[in-house]
């Protein structure tokens, strides 16, 4: 459900997540090369979807990928925040699925858009477009090539998020912070 105003405090988790997503990307993932990167830095940009709505998961991708290429010798491109943004609105999208009880396969199922459509399909061409065509052989070549190597980046990166948000839903962790429905109130 879309919320109808965005709280103080819906945006103080938000620019927490945000912050944790930068030093996620930055601090704690490799990136082997300018178009990998091993990284959980779409746990908490999913996380302020699934928690806060669509809006809020899609302002914590882009403020997260903004900030975050401060800290980065690429630079910005904007057209490289569609993928984080994506995360965030898909898992939005995707929270009463997930209230109905996350288990792996919900979440796989909910991280399953963004990644394909976003980080696979959309940012390899974004990839193969700027840094591929001309200099090293055709578009088609590129993206043939991006998609390869991204897609197992993305599948061990997949299978990451999930566990990971899967063991801090176990934990209970939101249900005492009071920002995911508990199942057993709304039996009552």
């Keep these: 459900m879309l919320q109808k105003k965005i709280t103080v405090r819906t945006m103080t988790y938000c620019a927490l997540l945000a912050a944790l997503s930068?030093?996620?990307?930055?601090?704690?993932?490799?990136?082997?090369?300018?178009?990998s990167r091993f990284s959980i830095e779409a746990v908490p940009i999913f996380l302020s979807g699934m928690l806060f709505g669509p809006l809020a998961g899609g302002l914590v991708?882009?403020?997260?990928?903004?900030?975050?290429?401060?800290?980065?010798?690429?630079g910005y491109n904007p057209v490289f925040c569609?993928?984080?943004i994506l995360y965030g609105v898909f898992a939005?999208?995707?929270?009463?699925?997930?209230a109905k009880g996350i288990n792996l396969l919900?979440?796989?199922?909910?991280?399953?858009?963004?990644?394909?459509?976003?980080?696979?399909?959309?940012?390899?061409?974004?990839?193969?477009?700027?840094?591929?065509?001309g200099s090293r052989g055709s578009f088609?070549?590129?993206?043939?090539?991006y998609l390869s190597?991204?897609?197992?980046?993305?599948?061990?990166?997949?299978?990451?998020?999930?566990?990971?948000?899967?063991?801090?839903?176990?934990?209970?962790?939101?249900n005492r912070m009071g920002l995911w429905p508990n199942p057993m109130d709304e039996r009552k």
């Design 22 to 35: 930068v030093v996620l990307a930055r601090l704690v993932g490799l990136m082997p090369d300018a178009a």
């Design 106 to 133: 919900r979440l796989v199922l909910a991280f399953l858009p963004p990644v394909v459509l976003g980080s696979l399909l959309y940012q390899s061409a974004m990839l193969s477009w700027f840094y591929f065509k």
């Design 140 to 145: 088609l070549q590129g993206y043939g090539f």
């Design 92 to 98: 939005g999208l995707f929270r009463p699925y997930l």
């Design 82 to 84: 569609i993928p984080p």
């Design 61 to 74: 991708g882009f403020v997260a990928d903004f900030v975050g290429c401060m800290f980065s010798p690429y």
């Design 149 to 174: 190597t991204r897609a197992i980046q993305f599948a061990v990166v997949l299978v990451l998020d999930v566990v990971i948000i899967q063991l801090l839903y176990k934990s209970g962790i939101f």
